[in-house]
């Protein structure tokens, strides 16, 4: 008797999953745009050379802390302060590994660490919904990373470039599009009130909280981030109602 190809859990890798995957990122690319031109122009700002700036969004890759970084960039810069900073803030990225360890559990090789290098909020977002509907192609995942990865690195350069010459106030439209982005992430992960509710609520409210209280930033983020993450693994972890008593009987 053959033991069953692992159920939901058999998972390829292939390149028409990486294409799938750049494809549903292209409509982020809007609001990649301004983010990213952003994190140049603060770089360049800051003294920052265009090899530099670029050397350190190809390895780090990741908007919020890059900026955060780039605020704590002094002239002789505090590399530690600045390399604390970056680890506080992308410490969210653990709970969004767990969560993608059906896809990423099996692969191995530059599969894996090209999958690791590229994953951000974006494409961490899209690969989860994709994962819900029953996705086994964990080169989704990969196609929507490079693909912003490229554009990441594009946008930035352009920042960089055109930093000197575009000058856009304090408040700009331009800028919301990165914060547009980010909310525009959260429609495919809604899976209704009974599963979700709770936790985005729980996560907004104690941010928010933070944030009025004066605590610095990442401190808001992370604590609503923790908070959300960990009520919303309670609830999954939980037995479900035994039956009959699922309607309150």
Avoid at 11 to 22: I, P, Y
Avoid at 192 to 200: E, F, H, K, S, Y
Avoid at 221 to 246: C, D, I, V
Wanted: charge should be positive; charged fraction near 10%.
């Amino acid at each position: 008797m053959t033991e069953p190809a692992a159920g939901p859990y058999k998972v390829s890798f292939t390149r028409a999953g990486m294409l799938r995957g750049a494809a549903a990122g292209l409509p982020l690319l809007l609001g990649l745009l301004p983010f990213g031109a952003l994190v140049g122009v603060v770089a360049a700002g800051k003294g920052l050379s265009l090899g530099e700036t670029l050397l350190m969004s190809g390895i780090v890759y990741a908007g919020a802390a890059q900026l955060l970084s780039l605020e704590l960039w002094t002239d002789p810069p505090s590399i530690l302060a600045a390399t604390l900073a970056a680890l506080v803030v992308n410490i969210r990225m653990a709970p969004m590994g767990a969560a993608l360890a059906p896809w990423l559990d099996r692969l191995r090789g530059w599969r894996l660490w090209g999958t690791l290098a590229t994953l951000v909020d974006h494409s961490f977002a899209l690969s989860i919904a994709e994962q819900r509907r029953g996705g086994r192609d964990a080169g989704y995942l990969l196609g929507v990373g490079l693909l912003l990865w490229v554009a990441w690195m594009v946008c930035v350069g352009l920042g960089h470039v055109l930093g000197g010459s575009v000058r856009l106030p304090p408040g700009h439209p331009l800028y919301f599009g990165g914060i547009a982005a980010f909310v525009s992430l959260l429609v495919p992960l809604w899976r209704g009130l009974r599963q979700d509710l709770a936790p985005w609520l729980l996560a907004g409210a104690l941010a928010l909280a933070a944030h009025v209280l004066g605590l610095p930033q990442p401190f808001p983020l992370l604590s609503g981030a923790l908070a959300g993450a960990a009520l919303a693994a309670w609830h999954e972890a939980r037995p479900p109602p035994p039956a009959g008593q699922e309607d309150g009987r």
